[in-house]
């Protein structure tokens, strides 16, 4: 396995695969990887010839007083993790690589698609993504990029971003990567504390109770979300950024549970902002 850094290594790293008629996987994180990410990868290496791994913290896709700046960093563990999970390809610029001084174009997919769910919560937060993973599409020009469900908003405006835009490249969404006790994987669940992390069960044992009234006929979405609202108030450590039942494909709001739907929640635990989902087929 390589690791890059600049734009111009690794597009002629591009071009000696694409030369040799490979076909390219591409997995975009962050960093700070878990087994979340590296299903992605162990995924795109079943799929691909190549794989490459992005380690980016992109700055626009941060608000005001979110923490970039703290965000876990550590290329040299992820690097280890992502070379035993398959990956072929490490990127990993700084900032002014991918955003040089004067840059001032960014990619927008607008619309309630955007508006709703964390959008609502985080303006901005979309445009930030949407723009840096229409750069690194561009970069690694990949045949597929594969994306976890946990964020899936995300997948359904890159989505989008993809289809509007003509790219040629298929999203390949993939499931939720859980710890035993049923907490969503995530980078920032290292910034909970002991009692913190006992409380953030609340987020899968919600979706996982109203998953079963589904099941049992329940189809009213206002009585499912006054439920969710309900028992995660019964956590004290626990306040809701938003509870939103929705169209998996559209984000807009539905009544009934009926067809593809998407249950969503965002949570704030102590200073750590957690969102977790179900989607389901009714």
């Known amino acids: 396995m390589i690791i890059l850094n600049t734009i111009n290594d690794i597009r002629l790293e591009i071009k000696e695969v694409l030369r040799d008629g490979k076909s390219i996987g591409f997995v975009p994180t962050m960093g700070y990887l878990h087994e979340g990410h590296l299903s992605l990868v162990k995924r795109a290496k079943q799929e691909n010839d190549i794989v490459v791994v ?3 913290v992109n ?28 990956a072929d390809i490490v990127f990993a610029p700084q900032v002014n690589e991918m955003y040089p001084e004067g ?45 976890g469900q946990k964020d899936a908003q995300q997948v359904a405006v890159i989505e989008k971003m993809v289809r509007d835009l003509c790219l040629d490249i298929e999203i390949v969404p993939c499931p939720i990567i859980r710890e035993d006790d049923g907490l969503a994987m995530s980078s920032r669940n290292i910034y909970l504390n002991e009692e913190e992390r006992r409380a953030a069960t609340i987020l899968s044992d919600s979706l996982f109770k109203v ?3 589904i099941r049992h006929g329940e189809k009213q979405a206002s009585r499912i ?58």
């Not at 709703?116 to 229409?134: D, E, M, N, Q, Y």
């Not at 006054?226 to 984000?251: C, G, H, Q, R």
Request: charged share 30%; net charge negative; glycine share 6%.
């Open 103 to 147: 840059c001032s174009t960014y990619v927008e997919v607008e619309g309630n698609i955007t508006k709703k769910l964390c959008g609502a919560s985080r303006p901005g937060h979309f445009k930030g993504v949407t723009t840096i993973v229409s750069k690194l599409f561009n970069i690694v020009t990949p045949h597929r990029a594969y994306f």
């Open 225 to 282: 979300s006054d439920f969710i609202i309900s028992n995660i108030k019964n956590e004290e450590l626990a306040e809701i950024d938003y509870v939103e039942i929705v169209s998996a494909k559209t984000l807009e709001e539905i009544e009934e549970i009926k067809g593809d739907v998407l249950i969503a929640l965002a949570v704030k635990i102590g200073k750590a902002r957690l969102i977790d989902n179900i989607r389901l087929e009714v």
């Open 211 to 213: 998953q079963e009234m």
């Open 59 to 86: 700055p626009t896709q941060f608000g005001p007083g979110e923490d970039f700046e703290s965000y876990p960093r550590d290329l040299e563990r992820d690097s280890k993790l992502v070379k035993d999970a398959g």
């Open 54 to 56: 992005s380690i980016f």
